[in-house]
C-alpha cells in the first residue's frame, strides 16, 4: 500500500521561507512525476510545481523565481522550498506523485493528505 506523507508546513512571516517534505513509502517499483498541488480557502486546488520523472521542472506564474521543486529518488522524496512568501501563498499544500507498486499493477496517482501553510503579512 502506498503513502505520501507531507511535512514541513507551518506559520511564516511574510517574506519568510518554509521546506516542505514529501515522502512516498509502502510498496513502490518505480516514481514517474512529483508534484506540488496547493489549495486556499473557497479556491480550487492548483498546481505549484511538477517534476517529470526525466524532464525540466515546471511552476505556476505566481510562484516563479520564490518556489524550487526538487527530488532525491534514493530517499522517494520530492521538496518544495519556498522562499519569499507572500500572503497569498497561504494554502492547504498537497504532495502527488504517479508511482508503479509492482509489476503487476499499472502506475497510479497518488495524493498526500496535505500540510497547511499559513504565511502572516
Known amino acids: 500500500q502506498v503513502q505520501l506523507v507531507e511535512s514541513g508546513g507551518g506559520l511564516v512571516q511574510a517574506g519568510g521561507s518554509l521546506r516542505l517534505s514529501c515522502v512516498a513509502s509502502?510498496?513502490?517499483?518505480?516514481?514517474?512525476?512529483m508534484a506540488w498541488y496547493r489549495q486556499a480557502p473557497g479556491k480550487q486546488r492548483e498546481l505549484v510545481a511538477a517534476?517529470?520523472?526525466?524532464?525540466?521542472?515546471n511552476y505556476a506564474d505566481s510562484v516563479k523565481g520564490r518556489f524550487t521543486i526538487s527530488r532525491d529518488n534514493a530517499k522517494n522524496t520530492v521538496y518544495l522550498q519556498m522562499n519569499s512568501l507572500k500572503a497569498e501563498d497561504t494554502a492547504v499544500y498537497y504532495c502527488?506523485?504517479?508511482?508503479?507498486?509492482?509489476?503487476?499493477?499499472?502506475?497510479?496517482?497518488?495524493w498526500g493528505q496535505g500540510t497547511q501553510v499559513t504565511v502572516s503579512s
Open positions: 502527488n506523485a504517479d508511482i508503479r507498486p509492482s509489476t503487476l499493477l499499472m502506475p497510479h496517482n497518488y
Open positions: 509502502g510498496s513502490i517499483l518505480s516514481i514517474g512525476a
Open positions: 517534476l517529470p520523472g526525466g524532464g525540466s521542472a
